[in-house]
């Protein structure tokens, strides 16, 4: 009881960095939930909007119909007709896609040649859907003229055609409705929250009791080493739960119950507690001395960048992605992501949550079990 009254000691001392990684990775969360629901993406399905630029040469009736049609599928956006100009805007990314209407546009278009010009990023996804776009309505006015209509109708007709409007409807294959819950942004995160203060909170309590005089004197007393081990899982996890709770109520607050509301919150709880546990381990494995910030920055951003956490895992390297399955940052981010993208989870995506489940356990009692070694040998040398 006494030498868990001295980590508690230094818990409260040091509740302050705790705090800060919690608050860093609350804002950090906000901020990436605050983006997505900016984009529109959480009302279900919506079309691509670009920003494209009409620069007319030629002032006929197939610019101000392209003009007109551009501006219901795209954001039309006015630049100066100068080489140098579109360049810039290019670069700088003010504008996607320009398209030129050269002189002669409507007499090229009639014989079948190509009518208009355009000037994009190579190779950028943008060029090759507004591209798309152009050439279809291209086709619809050589349809129209073909079938014996003037211009002027022609046009009329295709913009017309652009008019109509499909509805689309999500079919809710995965119980969500196609979209993530905001909470589910929030939980991906949670690994850099975790490990951020986990570690450096149980490097501190670990470094305390390195030092030699300490050390000497507890192991001089009457208490065993497995009481001693055993007050140390008691502030272990006493700083887990401690990161935990915050973490769980900060989430029940931002979003109105969260997980708490999910018909897979117990996968959600448990998959958060063993990563809280990960990293528990992980700092009581690497409690130094020395550079504690620096192994403490190291093991936690690259861990969240390799398992997945600030980078999505569809983005890694075929590479990366193997090296990275053996980290427990990885599972969590994988199951997350089955969290996020399926509320009804079918007994193949339930048999890789297990497989993450045990993973992740597995790694904490690697590290857990390779700690209580070398503390026992280093008890054993005096």
């Not at 509301?261 to 998959?271: E, F, K, M, Q, V």
Request: proline letters at 2%.
């Amino acid at each position: 009881m006494i030498v868990f009254k001295g980590y508690a000691v230094i818990i409260r001392r040091n509740i302050g960095v705790i705090l800060m990684y919690i608050v860093i990775f609350a804002a950090i969360a906000l901020g990436i939930q605050q983006a997505y629901l900016s984009t529109g993406a959480d009302k279900g399905f919506s079309s691509m909007k670009l920003k494209v630029a009409v620069i007319d040469r030629e002032g006929g009736l197939l610019a101000d119909m392209l003009r007109q049609r551009m501006a219901q599928d795209q954001k039309l956006v006015e630049i100066e007709d100068d080489d140098q100009v579109i360049q810039e805007e290019l670069y700088y990314s003010n504008v996607e896609y320009v398209m030129i209407i050269p002189e002669g546009a409507e007499e090229k278009l009639r014989r079948g040649e190509m009518a208009v010009q355009n000037i994009s990023v190579p190779g950028s996804i943008a060029s090759y859907y507004v591209e798309a776009q152009v050439n279809n309505l291209l086709n619809q006015l050589r349809v129209w003229l073909a079938s014996g209509f003037s211009m002027e109708e022609a046009c009329q007709r295709t913009l017309a055609l652009g008019e109509t409007q499909a509805e689309v409807t999500l079919k809710d294959v995965n119980g969500n409705a196609g979209i993530r819950e905001g909470y589910n942004y929030y939980f991906a995160y949670m690994p850099y929250a975790f490990l951020g203060s986990s570690i450096l909170a149980v490097g501190l309590i670990t470094m305390e009791f390195k030092k030699k005089g300490i050390r000497q004197r507890i192991q001089s007393s009457a208490v065993p080493f497995w009481k001693q081990n055993l007050a140390m899982a008691g502030a272990l996890l006493l700083i887990g739960g401690l990161v935990w709770g915050i973490c769980m109520i900060l989430q029940g607050i931002f979003y109105r119950g969260g997980a708490f509301g999910s018909p897979n919150a117990g996968i959600y709880l448990l998959n958060s507690i063993l990563c809280i546990l990960t990293a528990l381990s992980l700092g009581f494995l690497t409690g130094s001395p020395t550079a504690l910030n620096g192994m403490n920055n190291v093991i936690s951003l690259g861990l969240c960048f390799l398992g997945g956490v600030f980078v999505p895992l569809e983005m890694l390297g075929e590479g990366v992605q193997k090296a990275a399955y053996f980290l427990p940052t990885y599972w969590y981010s994988v199951i997350n992501g089955l969290l996020g993208d399926y509320a009804a989870l079918s007994a193949q995506m339930q048999s890789t949550i297990r497989k993450g489940f045990l993973i992740q356990l597995l790694f904490a009692a690697a590290c857990f079990g390779i700690t209580l070694m070398i503390r026992k040998k280093q008890a054993q040398e005096g």
